[in-house]
């Protein structure tokens, strides 16, 4: 029995922190954040070249074919440098739904190209989750016509993937006649998101959608992604209020000697420590097709928001008056772990969900 | 990620399994120390399924000190209404303190009837002016001739008027700093000169007293560990404790209560687990247990897998698991409204008045134990490496 993480995911998380502390320093967030996408573009060319586009792509297509809790690491590693890159819909969620229900033509198309790094696939889900501003797209002959909100590293996307209400998933080429994008300007600027609004565009169902297991594999697959990067970004934070508390000094004493401000970073701790156990263990049981996968995912990915929105707000309470400004930069981490609490189902709905599947409403 | 135990465990769990199905009908009854209770407790040494690893000349099992097959005994026997192995502060802090800090001659004579139930241990650690800062503690012990000659007064003393034995803190070199002064003596409980008062909780129960010492003579011997080095030998005692409190399979077995409770109990004809608000809550609840039971495999795989680390999970156990049980109950005691007032053994109460016997009890675990905030002390001074506050002059 071991309850923890391998050698091998370990050196993976210190690669990724290392690159993203090298490559993209605060001043480099600033720079993207202000509109230097190129510089985006930098950072993402360097978590390709780390191999991170592969890891959930079959070796068969050219991948790393790792599991769920090495993409976990990968996301937390993430989310603690809040990287300004596509991940989470691009490399985790388009690769699986494709590997699990993509017919061999969409495999051998999408694939390889995937783990190359040579193709992004934005990916649309919240239709099913919970459809806000009436958004919803209608498939018929081969054709999307609709709108479909909040697409996850849909930005200067190569193709999409969206889900219909009742769980289908399509393929789209972003090239494709009948396509409108329209930008959706978010608190988090180290994330993008996009609007499509769709007239009767070409599209590929994912064969394998037509009952809703893959679908709700892939969204599992999500809600841990965005836990984890909210568990990474939630860490930095409380490390950094517990690094400002031994440094700044009032009344005469360093102001982490102050009980008020120790029981605050003692309270983020006591609260974010478990969370580390719990993506690794959401993610251990989608690994393992354990009984309890789905429920896990929706409970990790409610707690862990609910931790999340503790940790952002305590922590940058404990830098008092810097913790407000842009200067300090905390506010990064702050919106990153924001926008996770929102996507793919806040907490409360995602509850609702979890109360579903145990039978709480029969 | 492993989490299987490996096959040569569950040939282990099988044979706990077998035992639990034939016991499956033994009633212990009675007070302490009833026959029943001790012939059980017995038997269950004799299996090794209660102090496993302490050695035989001393009354234990005498087996290895195996992680995970204690992890399986507690396993299924919280699944069973079997009756449990008897705990208490003479069990869970006395005997390990004894074990690594005693004499030959006090395992000898205390280790046994300890562990069989038939010697009950109180703590003479608190006192009303020494609780959060413990080492205050200003209870005299002074040697005259082969006696240490006790005065003073003790506090929040557990089971005090079933205890035939306290183990005993006080200050016996009253010139040292307050840490180096304290001694850990053993103190039999029918001396002359100690006057029991019983403290009524806001429970109803009265599980804790107030002891007062008027130059009550024990053996010099009677000390663990050398003079002025108690605060040392009870520290080791006091990890004991917190580990034990708030388990989060213990946790889960109430979750699954409040469950089946929401289920049954209705308002207006609706069951409460129908209406969003309570199941919200109950989910959130569910949650943050999840978590807790999480971060409680990491603790254990720490202890069987050297070299990994769980410093932190550690210490915010029983910060954590105090308030949640707390929170659970009080959910419960919402659930049912009005009901969930009743008490003693009023019409309609529910569950014997468990829910708010319960309720009231973690909060005075959240007290116990070192308070909560307390906790939050440790975790930020040990752990996260913050300073302590500075120290007030004179105190």
Known sequence: ?????????????????????????????????????????????????????GIMVPESYGGLELNMLFATVVSSALGSGTAPVPYIGAYVMAPLAISLAGDEDQKNEWLPKIAGGEKVIGVGLSEFVGAREDAGIEFDKGKVTGRSLFLIDGKNADAYLLANKSGELFLIDASSKGIKVTELVTVDKTRTSVELTLDKVDATLLPGTSDLSVIEKVLDAGRLMLSADTVGASQVMLDKAVAYSLERKQFGRLIGSFQAVKHMCAEMAAELEPCHSMIWHAAHSQDSSAEDARLMACQTKAHVSEVGKQVSKTATEVHGGMGFTDELGLHYWFKRIGLNRQLLGSPELIREEAGKLQGFDQ | MDLEYGPEYDEFRSEVINFIKENEDVKVSGPMRDESRINWQQKLIDHGYFARS??????????????????????????????????????????????????????????????????????????????SDLASLQTKGELDGDEWVINGQKIWTSTAQLAQMCFILVRTEPDAPKHQGISYLLMPMDSEGIDRRPIKQMTGDSDFNELFLTDVRIPAENIVGKRGEGWQ????????????????????????????????ETI?????????????????????????????????????????????????????????????????????????????????????????QTYMYYLGLIIGGGTNQIQKNIISERALGMPKEPKVQGA
């Open chain 2, 233 to 264: 030998v009870a520290n080791a005692t006091l990890g004991h404790e917190r580990g034990s409190l708030a388990d989060p399979n213990v946790t889960q077995n109430r979750l699954n209560s409040l469950i089946d409770l929401m289920k049954t």
């Open chain 2, 268 to 356: 207006d004809g609706q069951r409460v687990i129908d209406k969003p608000i309570f199941r919200d809550r109950l989910l959130a609840i569910q949650g943050r247990l999840m978590a807790q039971q999480s971060n409680a495999l990491r603790i254990l795989s720490s202890q069987i897998n050297e070299g990994q680390d769980a410093t932190l999970a550690k210490f915010i156990v029983k910060l954590q698991g105090t308030e949640l049980r707390h929170e659970l109950e009080g959910l419960a005691i919402d659930a049912m409204g009005e009901l969930g007032t009743l008490y003693e053994d009023s019409p309609h109460l529910r569950d014997h008045g468990a829910w708010q």
């Open chain 2, 54 to 131: 302490v050695p035989k000349e001393y009354g234990g099992y005498g087996g290895d000190m195996d992680i995970i097959k204690l992890r399986i005994i507690a396993e299924e026997f919280a699944k069973s209404p079997i009756p449990k192995a008897m705990g208490g502060q003479g069990i869970q802090m006395l005997v390990p303190t004894l074990l690594s800090l005693g004499t030959e001659e006090q395992k000898q004579q205390y280790i046994r009837p300890t562990l069989r139930g038939e010697m009950i241990w109180c703590q003479g650690y608190s006192e009303p002016n020494s609780g």
């Open chain 1, 1 to 53: 029995m071991y309850f923890g993480l391998s050698e091998e995911q370990k050196s993976l998380e210190e690669n990724i922190s290392k690159f993203l502390s090298d490559n993209a320093p605060l001043d480099t967030i600033k720079a993207v954040a202000n509109g230097e996408e190129e510089k985006a573009e930098e950072i993402h060319k360097g978590i390709i070249e780390l191999g991170l586009s």
